[in-house]
């Protein structure tokens, strides 16, 4: 028995690793939807002529320390999911994400073209490309942690617009979710110190960093968040609680009621739904804008009682330029049969914490009745001068005058900032090189280090550079590093060029992230001043005898150039003069500029009178003219400029001594 199984792992270790890779079928469900999932929840898109691109969110194992969310959905969703879909609102005409439907939700809607259906990448995420009228939205979907459990049991929602059109287009998003929680199609919405069960609004002052949706705190079924703001997160700018029916039917503006039940519009069902707004924003040509939010599970500490009681906060937390404090929200359900008297909430603090802007830690709720669920909320931040530890436990008491108390704590890990460390390199020195004797493209090179305890989120670099260097070909000044985990160190480069002024020319590199400070460093190059000159050139090589030679006249950096006569001479002895050519400094588009072919005088070994006149062109350097020569016999054959005059655009002489050749001939 042992043989076969070493017999068969060595066969499979042999295997290409194309036949090891995971089959895209391996991610396809029985119903045909695409399928990720883990320990914790499944994210599935439907993948059918109808609806295609439409999500839905499943708990698998859920809650370690609880069974009864498991298997239960989050989103609305089977077989195929079509609930829940995508508006993306351009110059005002709105377009449903993903494919055509034939279900009531979205109807109304136009509909782009599936540029790539969906895909399982990295085995990691589900991205689908839809195109709608020039503009190219990308959906992925992928697992992150929760802020309230820590653990990868939700799923990051993300769309990413690009403007494909040559014109400026105006662009906003809608993201509608059908929440469902296991059987439960309509649990109030809690947000903070609200529970949500009617028709409401929130504008951007009022959104929180997170919501949380659960029927009971004597036995949830399935505890859902919905996360808002935050270093990964883009905070919408209004956010609509209400009925599925309402939202399914309006593709962006719909039937809104502020203090209507959710009962689905048109039947007689509970029904809620969420639907979260980014205002239209111009988008210039090529340009892109992501928005990101996060649906999955929340964790609460519950403590069963008299007065039951739920408490959340973040499990782990980041002090930052980005976020200054935290929320703990308490939740408290009177499962008695009486009204519970004058219940007060208390709220205990480690040492180093405190409630911002000094507001109570005691609330008063006053008088709660029997199956009542109140909730309470304080956003907590450092006392000055407090070093933060690396965990805190806190802890929230509840009491009545006739019922027994209650208490729950909770603990919360700190983890130090990130920290952008820059270093950036380069040359001391331009080289000016090449047969115009040009500047050369130099390159940069920048490393961006986390030396920080925690990620650096929404990451540019961007190279600063002043008047007289530019970025070369298609580089870009500024560059998305993305996030940057703790200890991660990225290298990136540029080609600049030097645009002729001279002197030591300061460039830096900036660095920042949305939860970070700026960094930066500067460098300098010193750019000396190109030479002007006047030169003859040939391919330096060897020549035999019969061979043709083509000697270019060149000049280099000679600025303001208007008028240019000239004279040469050559080794007759070696060399036999062939025919003269204008050189490519005068030509202009189909025009050709004044030129005087020189004469030939073979006894003598010169070529005399070459003239030519710049007119309006503005030209530094060229080839003046080309003239061939035949290698007559071996020897060292000598060419000179002899009788150079250069006159400018304001008459003026330009004094500049001319550059010899040598070539070698052999037999």
Do not use: C
């Not at 259906?117 to 991205?127: A, L, R, T, Y």
């Not at 999955?296 to 007065?307: D, E, F, S």
């Not at 005898?545 to 001479?569: C, H, K, P, T, Y």
């Not at 150079?644 to 003026?652: A, C, E, H, P, V």
Request: hydrophobic content about 35%; cysteine-free.
């Amino acid at each position: 028995m042992t043989r076969i199984l070493i017999t068969v792992i060595i066969f499979i270790l042999l295997l290409p690793a194309s036949v090891l890779a995971i089959s895209p079928e391996y991610y396809i469900d029985s119903q045909g939807n695409l399928r990720l999932e883990n320990d914790y929840i499944a994210i599935f898109v439907n993948r059918g002529d109808e609806n295609l691109g439409r999500f839905a969110l499943d708990v698998t194992g859920g809650n370690p320390i609880h069974d009864g969310d498991n298997n239960k959905p989050l989103l609305y969703g089977h077989p195929r999911p079509w609930t829940s879909y995508s508006t993306i609102r351009i110059d005002g005409k709105d377009y449903v994400f993903g494919g055509p439907t034939n279900k009531r939700a979205g109807s109304e809607g136009l509909y782009g073209e599936v540029v790539n259906p969906p895909e399982v990448v990295d085995g990691e995420k589900i991205i689908t490309v839809v195109k709608m009228d020039n503009v190219e939205v990308t959906q992925t979907l992928s697992f992150i942690e929760s802020t309230t459990t820590g653990l990868p049991d939700t799923a990051k929602i993300k769309y990413t617009i690009t403007n494909k059109d040559s014109e400026t287009r105006n662009i906003g998003l809608r993201v509608m979710l059908d929440t469902m929680l296991g059987a439960n199609d309509g649990a109030p919405f809690r947000v903070l110190d609200q529970a949500i069960t009617e028709d409401k609004t929130l504008i951007r002052g009022e959104i929180p960093d997170f919501w949380q949706a659960f029927d009971s705190l004597t036995n949830p079924m399935v505890m859902a968040q919905g996360g808002l703001r935050g270093p990964d997160l883009t905070a919408p700018d209004k956010i609509y609680f209400s009925n599925w029916g309402s939202l399914a039917d309006g593709v962006w503006d719909f039937n809104f009621q502020s203090g209507r039940d959710f009962i689905r519009e048109g039947e007689f069902e509970l029904d809620s739904a969420i639907a979260l707004y980014w205002t239209p924003t111009t988008l210039e040509t090529g340009e892109s804008i992501t928005y990101t939010t996060s649906y999955g599970l929340g964790g609460i500490t519950i403590v069963p009682g008299l007065l039951s009681l739920g408490v959340t906060s973040p499990a782990n937390f980041v002090f930052d330029e980005l976020r200054k404090s935290f929320p703990i929200v308490a939740y408290i359900e009177n499962t008695s049969s009486i009204v519970a008297k004058d219940v007060i909430a208390q709220l205990d603090l480690p040492e180093e914490l405190m409630v911002e802007d000094h507001g109570p830690d005691k609330k008063e709720l006053y008088d709660v009745g029997p199956g009542e669920h109140v909730q309470v909320a304080w956003r907590i931040k450092p006392k000055p001068g407090e070093d933060i530890p690396e965990e805190s436990t806190f802890r929230v008491l509840v009491e009545a005058e006739n019922t027994d108390s209650n208490e729950a704590t909770r603990n919360i890990k700190f983890f130090p900032p990130a920290r952008l460390e820059v270093l950036l390199d380069g040359p001391s020195v331009q080289d000016i090189s090449g047969r115009l004797f040009q500047y050369q493209p130099f390159t940069v090179t920048g490393t961006v280090k986390n030396t920080g305890g925690s990620t650096a989120y929404n990451t540019k670099a961007y190279l600063a550079l002043p008047p007289g260097l530019s970025l070369a070909y298609s580089d870009k000044g500024t560059i998305d590093l993305g996030p940057v985990r703790a200890g991660e160190e990225i290298d990136i480069s540029w080609r600049i060029l030097s645009q002729g002024i001279t002197g030591d020319m300061p460039y830096g590199l900036e660095v920042h992230s949305i939860n970070t400070p700026q960094s930066s460093q500067v460098r300098t190059i010193e750019v000396p001043e190109a030479p002007s000159k006047i030169y003859l050139d040939a391919e330096q090589k060897s020549y035999a005898v019969g061979e043709i030679i083509a000697v270019d006249i060149i000049m280099a950096n000679i600025r303001d150039l208007q008028e240019i006569s000239l004279d040469m001479s050559y080794d007759k002895e070696v060399l036999d003069p062939l025919y003269v050519s204008r050189g490519g400094i005068f030509t202009k588009k189909d025009e050709l500029l004044p030129f005087k072919h020189p004469k030939i005088n073979t006894p003598e070994g010169t070529i005399t009178g070459l003239q030519g006149n710049l007119l309006d062109k503005e030209v530094s350097s060229g080839v003046v003219a080309t003239i061939y020569f035949l290698a007559r016999r071996s020897g060292d054959a000598v060419y000179n400029i002899t009788n150079l005059k250069l006159i400018d655009r304001n008459g003026k002489k330009i004094d500049i001594l001319p550059d010899e050749l040598m070539i070698r001939i052999k037999n």
